[in-house]
């Protein structure tokens, strides 16, 4: 479904400061399931995951979706396959928009339109019903700025919004670091349910390894510009995960 091919990225070429993160470097991701990346700070997983959006330039390699080779296409016209949400509660919306715009704007994706007609044709029922899925009261708030939510309220809205209409491809770059822990859970509970509803192919990324073999299918660790492990989480334990990692650490 995703493939990466042959990808290489060096940052700062040709200064002092100049650093490697993928030479040659291949992957292929299979469709329906949730595929994690861990490895340590610095390893690339972000580079990668940006490298396949768009928001970064690959230096030679190819990214294929579904046959096609997209490694050409800007971000935006990536969008069109993919959604993602980042770690900071910030980006996955709109802030200076309420929650009923913001909503209207992710069920209206890659199609034009300005934000007044958006309004206007929003499909309110809709909207409320997805809002209700969340289970935080938010279709109570549909005239609430976003920037006035919580962190996780916003990381909730951001991967309701991503998933709006359903992406190819779901971006996920440790979106629920920077929640507390029982709402990290229900991010990531929400999460697989609608991976599993959808059959969305998703690519995570998550440093809490413990998470990583209860919510996902396969686990790779990324070291050194390598695949290190390559792991199905049904034949694992947390704890052999975590010995594994640190023993690949070590050498
Ligand atoms: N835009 C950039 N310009 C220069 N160097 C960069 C850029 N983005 C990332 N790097 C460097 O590439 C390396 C990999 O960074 P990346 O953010 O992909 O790591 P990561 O695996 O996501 O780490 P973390 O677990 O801390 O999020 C780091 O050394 C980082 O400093
Ligand atoms: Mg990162």
Redesign the pocket.
Known sequence: MLEIRNITKT??IGTSEE?T?FDKFSLEVEEGIATTII??????????MNLISGS?PLDEGQIIVNGEDISKLSEEKRSKYMGKVNQDPKDGVATNLDIYENMALALKKNEKFGLKSLKKSADTDEIIKRLKELKLGLETKLHTKTGLLSGGQRQSLALLMATAKRPDLLLLD?HTAALDPKTSRNIMDMTRSLIDKEKITTLL?S?NLRDVVRYSDRIIM?NKGQVALDLRAKDITEDELIKLYKKELRE
């Open positions: 940052f700062n650093n993160i490895g340590p700070n610095g390893c690339g997983k972000s580079t990668l970064l440790e990324i440093h990324l």
